[in-house]
């Protein structure tokens, strides 16, 4: 399946920019810690909604962060929005309040509050894998 594939791709590119050391904004100072790629999905397409969290972390900071989704217009509204409030997060700050949070900052409507939840477990897991791999080291 095609989003799968663009999924997977994205994964490696990811994580060859972080070998390659492109994981640095230009210009900025080279930091101690490396930077490192992960990633965690929740859901399937069959059910409605799937999405796919792809953060780049230094240390316990993320420094970029992606979210691919296959859903309703709402979930994609929240993923292109939590994407962003990802950037610059430490770690033990990044779930951005939560599915309700979200909603309300997002004008989405009760009714889809469940789709957000989708999203929350693959954040959670994601951000499970990137403290991990913080903890434990390259």
Same mark, same amino acid.
């Given at each position: ?50 999405? !796919? #969290? ?10 970029? /962060? %992606?979210?691919? +989704? $296959?859903?309703? *217009? ?42 957000? !939840? #989708? ?10 894998? /990137? %403290?991990?791999? +913080? $903890?434990?080291? *390259?």
């Amino acid at each position: 399946d095609i989003d799968v594939t663009v999924a997977a791709v994205r994964r490696e590119v990811l994580r060859l920019r972080t070998i390659g050391g492109r994981g640095v904004p230009a210009g900025a100072a080279p930091e101690t810690a490396a930077v490192t790629a992960v990633s965690a999905e929740a859901g399937t397409r069959e059910a409605g909604t799937w999405i !796919l #969290v792809n953060l780049s972390c230094r240390g316990q900071t993320i420094e970029q /962060a %992606s979210i691919i +989704a $296959y859903g309703c *217009p709402y979930t994609l509204k929240v993923c292109e929005w939590l994407g962003g409030q990802l950037r610059g997060r430490r770690l033990e700050e990044a779930a951005c309040g939560g599915p309700r949070d979200w909603a309300s900052a997002n004008e989405v409507p009760e009714e889809r509050l469940m789709r957000l !939840l #989708v999203i929350e477990d693959a954040l959670l897991a994601a951000l499970r894998n /990137a %403290s991990q791999d +913080a $903890y434990n080291g *390259p």
